[in-house]
């Protein structure tokens, strides 16, 4: 009877243990990380926005992907927001990942957001380096300048569609289920903007 009891108590224990570690592990999806070498803190949401457009006249199941993630950037309490995005596409073709993002739209419930491209590498935002991973190796990252009313536009919305612009315009539609996503953009607004 003790031996079981012994059991018990240290099978309930190991539990116990196991899910402090799980909760204390769980840092949700917003994540922040100070530049090792310009000394900036970003926060940002690890759960992005996936937007596809189809391109079967290039290939039968060629593709155009577009993930869209915000982020603060934060110099010595001087705070810009920023969105960014990683533009891909199924045939790896890296020439044509930039073409056409010179400048986006994003529509929220219709309402179109016109943006700029800061840059194409983490060095437009004041980083050294990307905290966002690559979707894939041959992906362009891009970043857009935002305000914080853009953002709260974006995640009020229960329709978000992106268009590249130029003269190869796209239009881009919500890849699978994008409530994780929208969730993660909330817990942004929620704990990253002063």
Known sequence: MMGHLYIATRALSLLSLLLLIGCATDPGTVREKLD???????SYSNAPLVFCHEAPGRAAY?????????????????YEYYLWLGIW???QDAGMTRDGFESVIIYADGEPLLLEVSG???????????????????????????????????AAASDVRLQSTGARGRSYEPWDDQRPAMAGLLEFLGSSVY
């Open 36 to 42: 090792p070498v310009t000394s900036v803190t970003i």
């Open 62 to 78: 060629a593709r155009d992907y577009v993930h869209l993630a915000p982020m603060e950037v934060n110099r010595s309490g001087r």
């Open 89 to 91: 596409n199924t045939m």
């Open 120 to 154: 194409w590498n983490a060095a437009a935002v004041g980083a050294s380096e990307s905290v966002f991973l690559k979707p894939v190796a041959s992906a362009a990252d891009a970043y857009y300048a935002v305000t914080v009313d853009q953002l709260r536009l974006i």
